[in-house]
């Protein structure tokens, strides 16, 4: 049975005061300076609330999780979505802005299988739906997808972009310009020139 409610819990923004809280300091000090304590202080609520919404702190780190994996799906369909959608899901997959804490669920992970096991759910889904809607496009284009199979095509794009994340997250940029220059000329024989900016990406 769930402890009773604290008197703050009526808040409407207490739950996702913990949620960003939780990001916030995984972001700016690693996930092992989560603690109920520090995510209330951080939330600015009582540290009740942690356990009344989600229990023990591996749900916690659950629940943040699922939050930015649904950012992530919701990045995804919209380029899939878009007018050119190989240029907006090469700008997607090299959007880096939640690779620092996609770092910190790995390394979380390590620890907590309930995590792991959650991540490894999350990425069976999403690159499923990466290689159905990427087999769709190919399709529509009369690529030869003997050829070109979708998941490799898929994964090809993916490798690259990670690659060379890490790689810049350290300083090296080296050949970069180069790579991105060749999977662009591709996209471009299929799509043509990007029409628009880079799509701005959901937060």
């Given at each position: ?128 739906l990466q290689f159905e809607g990427l087999s ?29 994340g890490e790689e810049q997250t350290y300083g ?32």
């Amino acid at each position: 049975m769930p402890p009773k409610r604290p008197n703050d819990a009526g808040e409407p923004d207490a739950r996702t005061a913990l949620l960003d809280a939780v990001e916030q300091l995984m972001l700016r000090e690693g996930y092992a300076a989560v603690t109920s304590r520090r995510v209330a202080a951080e939330a600015g609520v009582n540290p009740g609330l942690v356990y009344y919404y989600f229990g023990p702190m591996e749900n916690l780190f659950v629940e943040v999780f699922r939050r930015s994996a649904a950012r992530m799906l919701g990045r995804q369909a919209d380029a899939l979505a878009s007018a050119q959608p190989l240029w907006a899901l090469w700008d997607a997959i090299r959007d880096q802005t939640n690779t620092a804490l996609v770092l910190e669920f790995l390394a979380l992970g390590n620890h907590h299988k309930v995590v792991m096991d959650e991540m490894m759910d999350f990425s069976i889904q999403f690159r499923r739906l990466q290689f159905e809607g990427l087999s769709k496009i190919l399709a529509r284009y009369e690529l030869d997808t003997e050829k070109w199979p979708p998941e490799a095509v898929m994964l090809f794009m993916d490798g690259i972009a990670r690659f060379m994340g890490e790689e810049q997250t350290y300083g090296l940029d080296l050949g970069h310009a180069k790579a991105v220059a060749v999977v662009e000329r591709l996209i471009t024989e299929f799509e043509g020139k990007r029409r628009v900016g880079r799509r701005r990406v959901r937060r």
